[in-house]
């Protein structure tokens, strides 16, 4: 008899072990199981920092939750806090990549955890202290206004992102209440599966077509190749990669690079490199890149800008920029197309930010980051972001002149609504000593509606200088915001709005 | 009768010894509950430790004066184990209370209280019963009638109208004024006593006589009557009540007697041919049956969503405890439906982990251990019978809840003995310790053989008895 007991506590013990032990891991993180999620939320989450004001924070609560986070200026970070919901998790943005220190769970965080549990302290996350600019985050969203699209501004001296905007945008507070059918009802309004949705973080995760903004690499490499900026190049009304003469037929299908609306570029066969830029003519740039600087130099350039056709994390993640495959390099028709920024030509608006800062940074690129402190409950910094050079995309003497390149589209081309004048300075004073340079670009879509292709994307990418010192550098992309065929309209869409970040940014700075 | 001899020690002061070191673990257990759930101690701490203490000292006096040599580590286990449980009630009360407040579930009424007055009636009903029956062998001369009223106690939920009976779908309790009683947690001590008289009257015949097939002997058709009564009444509750883990633990109980009292193996296996057919039976004949086994094969599948909650709950408990636990009062036993009844197991396997439960279920097995012992020692048969039956009873239930929480075997819906809250459940588990006392008084009691024996003493044949129980 007593075998017999001992037979049937050792099935229960081998089963507890079984259970307990060998399925433990698994049964603890079953979704169904509500206690990770009781646990989780009975710590407060650290918070995440702008200038030392709480983007995202928890708040005690009455419930069986026993905190909420809140995002006192919800829309206007989402792209970069994310949310911390009940229901759908925390998917996106530093909820997302600081998860570890927000949430106390971080191994170096074990110390302190530690501490708790001896002094019967209550346990709770680290804080996340972002590299944003109060001031240039919420000019960027007030000047963005109703349309879609994105806006990253970064340090070009350090790679610190000053401001990253996406919009339409959500709430992330409504995310992450604890009402679970409010928050269903919220995101299903958010049309998650939409390639449109709110939820898309245009500002880190969305590339398009850079369009005219791929000049500034073709640009780049040109200077390199020794193409000088007021040396006249060929600036025909249109160009045949692959042989030909001629008006580009209306039809479109043919290998024939024209510019925009078929305009003529300066006289029509010729134009200065600085004339071309400014006045963004594409038969110049695509002639250049076909039969000056070729696919391998250009490839190349592209790469030291940062089109690696690799993904970053800042630690957010950002998507890859890629310039195409080698077929876009090698093929002359492609690589007409690749040189004035269409074709398989991508990036996302943080690299197109780094476009700006690396040639405002005398050609140094800076690798961009988001954090710039992380910091334990205790406020003790864990770590501290330091500024990384990615390399030089052109030597300072070269950069010089692609500066002064961009300085000129501000100043007489295609974006002169990025300027800041006398007028503005008079003004505002900290704006005394700037110089704002920048491209333009209009990105087609490629979407078509009832046959006509829909606005193309409109985009700025800039830099402010003052006093020598580069300050800032922008990147704005507002969808649809151009008009088909017409460069100036794009500038008119998106330079403003760098302007609006840049002066916001530099009255901030005491 | 002649004086105890000086060399037989009553171990009475180990047995306080041990009372002392019970109530310290629980009130360190209700310290743990405090300190985690408000962050210091509060005068619950007197009261957690005063009810076990003040019940194992009631009970400690009346037994050095009338069970002196009674096995000095029942009581104080049982002591244990109802303080931790009350520890553990209480625990939930304030985790369930917590959710209340926050409005998820509804307002429950606090059970601790509740189970320290079930405490109180049990600790009377133990003190009635040792101070009456001073000698186990009496409860022979009541045998049949004991068996009368254990089988009405038995039938008397199923006969009852539906709603003096039925809880959560099973049949099994009277309900009256206000109160609930599951009369079969007496029926079972009561029908134990019965089958160790029965069986010990009967044994000459259901042992020697047979017929032998493939080397074993195997008991004549007409022996296996009493075998197959049991059967048809375990069949009658499951069809009739609904309820799987007493009819279970009364056919499990009967076929051990059985062997133990004749030391014929092949009951066992004529008893597991007849569960074999019976669970077979059952399981296409009702849907209950079907649905417990499926959701125990199929806990995942969306298909269980809603009936497998409760167990799908009690894993997650379990595998969130993990080795260690999460501390007492740290976890959240809560979110399991019937926390503190049939899966209070599962709340002390989150808060204690896989330590704590082998903790406890070694307490049981020690439990079980010093009931076989006394069976060992004890010079009669119906003793022995009575107080392996009675240690068997609380194995057999302890292996069918812990294997039902954690997945080991489906669900049968049975209360923990002395832990799980309960009233019924409580109280005749305590009337059990009384009668294992009894029996282990007797068992050690110096001239006992001497003793006039009672009229239905048996013949002696303590040996091979002996040998099954101890193999």
Known sequence: MASAVGVLVLALLINLNYVQVVKGDSYRNNPGNRRVILTEYSTPRGQIIVQGNPIAESQATNDELKYVRVYPQGPVYAPVTGFYSLV???????????????????????????????????AKGGSVVTTLNAAAQQAAYTAMAKQKGAVVAMDPTTGAIL????????????????????????????????????LINRAFTQT?????????????????????????????????????????????????????????????????????????????????????????????????????????????????????????????????????????????????????????????????????????????????????????????????????????????????????????????????????????????????????????????????????VAKIAVAVIVENGGVNGNETTGGLAAAPIAKSVIEAYLGSAK | MSAPTPEVATRRNTELALLIF?????????????????????????????????????????VRRVAAYADPFLLPIVVLLNGLGLVMIHRLDLGLAQQAKEGIGDSAQAEAPTQMVWTAVGLALFLAIIMIVRDHRVLRRYAYTLALVGLFLLVLPIVL????????????????????????????????????????????????????????DFPRGRDLGPLVAAWVICIGVLVGGHDLGTSLMFFGLFVVLLYIATERFSWVIVGAVLFVAGAY???????????????????????????????????????????????LGAGHPELVPLPATDYIISSFGEELGLFGLVALLVIYVLFIARGFAAALAVRDSFGKLLAAGLSFLIGLQLFVVVAGVSRLLPETGLTTPFLSYGGSSLIANYALLALLLRVSDSARRPGATSRPATADADVQTPSETTAVIGS
């Open chain 1, 88 to 122: 759908y998790g925390k998917p996106y943005g530093l909820e997302h990549a600081e998860d570890g220190v927000l949430g106390g769970t971080d191994n170096r965080l074990f110390g302190s955890r530690l501490g708790d549990i001896l002094t019967g302290r209550d």
């Open chain 1, 163 to 198: 401001a990253a905007v996406s919009l339409p945008s959500y709430d992330p507070s409504l995310l992450s209440s604890h009402d679970t059918a409010a928050i269903t009802t919220y995101w299903k309004s958010l049309n998650p599966d939409d390639p449109s949705s709110p």
């Open chain 1, 208 to 468: 398009y077509a850079p369009g005219s903004v791929m000049k500034v690499i073709t640009s780049a490499a040109a200077l390199k190749d020794g193409v000088k900026i007021d040396e006249q190049i060929p600036a025909p009304n249109s160009y045949w990669p692959l042989g030909g003469s001629g008006a580009c037929p209306k039809a479109g299908g043919a290998a024939c690079i024209q510019n925009f609306d078929g305009e003529t570029c300066d006289n029509g066969t010729t134009a200065s490199m600085a004339l071309a830029f400014a006045k963004s003519c594409n038969t110049a740039f695509a002639q250049l890149g076909v039969e000056k600087i070729g696919g391998n130099a250009l490839g190349a350039e592209a790469k030291a800008f940062g089109l690696t056709g690799d993904s970053r994390s800042v630690p957010v993640p950002v998507s890859a920029s890629t310039i195409g495959s080698q077929s876009d390099l090698t093929d002359k028709a492609a690589l007409a197309q690749t040189s004035i920024g269409q074709r398989d030509v991508r990036i996302t608006p943080v690299q197109g930010a780094m476009i700006a800062a690396a040639v405002a940074n005398g050609g140094t690129s800076m690798k961009p980051y988001l954090v710039d402190q992380e910091r334990a409950p205790d406020l003790s910094v864990l770590t501290k972001t330091e500024p990384e050079q990615l390399g030089q995309v052109l030597d300072a003497t070269l950069d010089q002149q692609l500066e002064q390149m961009m300085v000129g589209v501000v100043q007489n081309g295609t974006g002169t609504a990025a300027q800041i004048t006398a007028a503005d300075a008079a003004k505002n004073p900290s704006l005394k000593g700037v110089t704002v340079g920048g491209k333009t670009g209009t990105a087609d879509t490629g979407v078509y509606v009832n046959g006509v292709q829909t606005p193309p994307h409109a985009w700025f990418v800039g830099f402010a200088v003052q006093n020598g």
């Open chain 2, 22 to 62: 019970a109530v310290v673990i629980v009130v360190a257990a209700e310290g743990a509950v405090e300190g985690a759930r408000n962050g210091r101690v509060s005068s619950h701490l007197v009261l957690y430790g005063s009810v076990p203490l003040a019940a194992g000292l009631i009970a400690h006096v009346v």
């Open chain 2, 161 to 216: 109208p539906a709603r003096f009976s039925e809880v959560n779908g099973a049949r099994i309790w009277i309900r009256v004024a206000g109160f609930s009683i599951q009369p079969g947690e007496f029926a079972k001590i009561l029908l134990t006593i019965f089958a160790a008289s029965y069986l010990v009257d009967k044994r000459d015949v259901l042992s020697l006589a047979g017929r032998r097939v493939f080397g074993i």
């Open chain 2, 281 to 327: 039976a059952t399981y296409q004949l009702f849907g209950t049956v079907q649905t417990r086994v499926s959701v125990w094969i199929d806990l995942f599948s969306a298909a269980h969503n809603d009936d497998g909650y409760q167990l799908r709950q009690s894993l997650f408990g379990l595998g969130t405890g993990g080795l260690f636990g999460t501390g």
